[in-house]
């Protein structure tokens, strides 16, 4: 017998419960109350009996009055819900407007629904197949024009720590009374996703060239050198010049080909930008941890990029890794959708995701494989730009008063703070840390311009 899918089950039942716990309390409590009452009435036929009575009947009949009332404002829009189910249109996505403390904003769209008078509507979102969030109302910024409405609209800033495509299966909608003593729920089978997206922040200011030429109407300062035709060969006519004859080809194939010398360009249209999310460290028992990595990691690349797009060039990301496709308009937006919803992958290394005749800039992280690095690097010139992503600087040194505060102060499971305590006592620490003294060791000694975020 599976007791964790009992439980589940259970706790998902517990959700369409449609009184709330004060309401049945209060019950409990007014039963109790009445039953005492009675027991007191010792003297039928007394003054006393009589306003006992008199206070008993007008408590139960304005009781009663509120109850009624409270049931009918939250079950007619409840049963308006029901009788117009197959017509209700639910959209949920993230708002482009985020809010501060790792809190993104979700817009949500219900309709036709009927707010209950003076009442309210709440949501739970089950999402991810196995996650259902908190029961939340929505914040409505717009002035009502309507006294009755049929929409329902607003936000929610809701604390979802990883920057990845939320997958949205069902929608619980709550109608409750404005005492909050029913809660009539529906539950909708939605099929819809919302993305929590990098946050802006600032970053170091990099001053990149174009390098790779696929429109000539952006001139240059740095004449770049363009290669030849493919293979940088092509066959001998009358004009060329006889010592540029590849004899080695002749001798095996009796053609005629010379070698096409690089030439110079004054015209370079776009920047290359590559962000390896290859791991060569083993994941293991450290999940969490790994998660709040690539958060970091994220942001850092979505930030470099950002910043390079607002200076009027440009760039071209490359993924290391399949993704959904996107059809947004900005290459910017498409961007952002492709690395939020990246992941950590170890099926393609550096050596193999990186193109060297385009590369302009490489984001790498403190997982990478050092000795990967070393092999690209030792055989370049100056390009490209390397912004190393030292994952460490996400933990600052724990000091005395942050154990104290551990001890005494439980913080919240997916904080900051938590996850500080955690890397600290783990065992992946030092392999991280290792490997990341090693990569710096290697970006010193190299000539590329390194950037250390």
Same mark, same amino acid.
């Given at each position: 017998?599976? &007791?964790?899918?009992? +439980?589940?089950?259970?706790?998902?039942?517990?959700?369409?419960?449609?009184?709330?716990?004060?309401?049945?309390?209060?019950?409990?409590?007014?039963?109790?109350?009445?039953?005492?009452?009675?027991?007191?009435? #010792?003297?039928?036929?007394?003054?006393?009996? #009589?306003?006992?009575?008199?206070?008993?009947?007008?408590?139960?009949?304005?009781?009663? #009055?509120?109850?009624?009332?409270?049931?009918?404002?939250?079950?007619?829009?409840?049963?308006?819900?029901?009788?117009?189910?197959?017509?209700?249109?639910?959209?949920?996505?993230?708002?482009?407007?985020?809010?501060?403390?790792?809190?993104?904003?979700?817009?949500?769209?219900?309709?036709?629904?009927?707010?209950?008078?003076?009442?309210?509507?709440?949501?739970?979102?089950?999402?991810?197949?196995?996650?259902?969030?908190?029961?939340?109302?929505?914040?409505?910024?717009?002035? +009502?024009?309507? &006294?009755?409405?049929?929409?329902?609209?607003?936000?929610?800033?809701?604390?979802?720590?990883?920057?990845?495509?939320?997958?949205?299966? *069902?929608?619980?909608?709550?109608?409750?009374?404005?005492?909050?003593?029913?809660?009539?729920?529906?539950?909708?089978?939605?099929?819809?996703?919302? =993305?929590?997206?990098?946050?802006?922040?600032?970053?170091?200011?990099?001053? =990149?060239?174009?390098?790779?030429?696929?429109?000539?109407?952006?001139?240059?300062?740095?004449?770049?050198?363009?290669?030849?035709?493919?293979?940088?060969?092509?066959?001998?006519?009358? *004009?060329?010049?006889?010592?540029?004859?590849?004899?080695?080809?002749?001798?095996?194939?009796?053609?005629?080909?010379?070698?096409?010398?690089?030439?110079?360009?004054?015209?370079?249209?776009?920047?290359? &930008?590559?962000?390896?999310?290859?791991?060569?460290?083993?994941?293991?028992?450290?999940?969490?941890?790994?998660?709040?990595?690539?958060?970091?990691?994220?942001?850092? $690349?979505?930030?470099?990029?950002?910043?390079?797009?607002?200076?009027?060039?440009? $760039?071209?990301?490359?993924?290391?890794?399949?993704?959904?496709?996107? &059809?947004?308009?900005?290459?910017?937006?498409?961007?952002?959708?492709?690395?939020?919803?990246?992941?950590?992958?170890?099926?393609?290394?550096?050596?193999?995701?990186?193109?060297?005749?385009? #590369?302009?800039?490489?984001?790498?992280?403190?997982?990478? *494989?050092?000795?990967?690095?070393?092999?690209?690097?030792?055989?370049?010139?100056?390009?490209?730009?390397?912004?190393?992503?030292?994952?460490?600087?996400?933990?600052?040194?724990?000091?005395?008063?942050?154990?104290?505060?551990?001890?005494?102060?439980?913080?919240?499971?997916?904080?900051?703070?938590?996850?500080?305590?955690?890397?600290?006592?783990?065992?992946?620490?030092?392999?991280?840390?290792?490997?990341?003294?090693?990569?710096?060791?290697?970006?010193?000694?190299?000539?590329?311009?390194?950037? =250390?975020?």
């Amino acid at each position: 017998m599976n &007791f964790a899918l009992i +439980k589940n089950k259970i706790r998902h039942g517990s959700f369409l419960f449609p009184f709330r716990f004060h309401f049945v309390l209060l019950i409990i409590i007014l039963l109790a109350a009445y039953y005492w009452l009675k027991q007191n009435t #010792a003297l039928p036929d007394s003054s006393y009996t #009589a306003i006992l009575d008199l206070f008993i009947t007008i408590t139960l009949a304005f009781t009663s #009055a509120v109850f009624l009332i409270s049931f009918i404002t939250s079950v007619v829009p409840w049963i308006f819900f029901l009788i117009n189910k197959k017509q209700i249109v639910i959209k949920v996505k993230t708002n482009k407007e985020t809010s501060i403390n790792d809190k993104q904003q979700l817009a949500i769209t219900i309709s036709p629904i009927l707010r209950p008078l003076f009442g309210y509507i709440r949501i739970r979102l089950h999402y991810d197949d196995k996650n259902i969030s908190p029961k939340f109302s929505l914040i409505n910024k717009k002035i +009502k024009k309507q &006294f009755i409405s049929t929409e329902v609209t607003g936000i929610f800033n809701w604390h979802l720590p990883e920057i990845k495509e939320y997958k949205v299966s *069902n929608v619980i909608i709550y109608f409750e009374d404005m005492f909050q003593f029913f809660s009539f729920a529906v539950a909708l089978p939605a099929q819809d996703n919302f =993305i929590t997206q990098p946050l802006n922040k600032e970053t170091r200011l990099l001053k =990149i060239q174009p390098k790779k030429t696929e429109e000539t109407n952006t001139r240059i300062e740095q004449i770049r050198k363009i290669e030849g035709e493919f293979l940088n060969y092509k066959n001998f006519e009358h *004009n060329d010049d006889v010592r540029r004859i590849v004899w080695k080809i002749y001798a095996k194939n009796k053609e005629l080909v010379v070698r096409i010398p690089e030439t110079n360009d004054t015209y370079a249209s776009h920047i290359y &930008f590559y962000a390896s999310f290859y791991n060569e460290v083993a994941v293991g028992f450290y999940s969490e941890l790994y998660a709040v990595f690539l958060n970091y990691y994220k942001t850092a $690349v979505w930030n470099t990029y950002h910043q390079l797009t607002k200076q009027n060039v440009l $760039v071209k990301y490359i993924p290391d890794q399949e993704t959904k496709k996107t &059809f947004a308009d900005d290459p910017a937006e498409k961007t952002k959708y492709i690395v939020s919803t990246s992941d950590w992958q170890t099926q393609k290394e550096l050596q193999q995701y990186l193109k060297k005749e385009d #590369a302009t800039i490489v984001c790498i992280s403190s997982l990478i *494989n050092f000795r990967d690095l070393e092999l690209i690097l030792e055989k370049r010139s100056k390009d490209p730009v390397i912004v190393f992503v030292k994952l460490s600087n996400l933990f600052n040194t724990v000091h005395l008063t942050d154990w104290i505060q551990w001890l005494f102060v439980n913080p919240r499971k997916d904080s900051i703070d938590q996850h500080r305590i955690t890397w600290n006592r783990s065992l992946i620490k030092r392999t991280v840390t290792d490997n990341e003294q090693k990569i710096l060791n290697i970006l010193n000694k190299s000539e590329n311009e390194i950037v =250390i975020v």
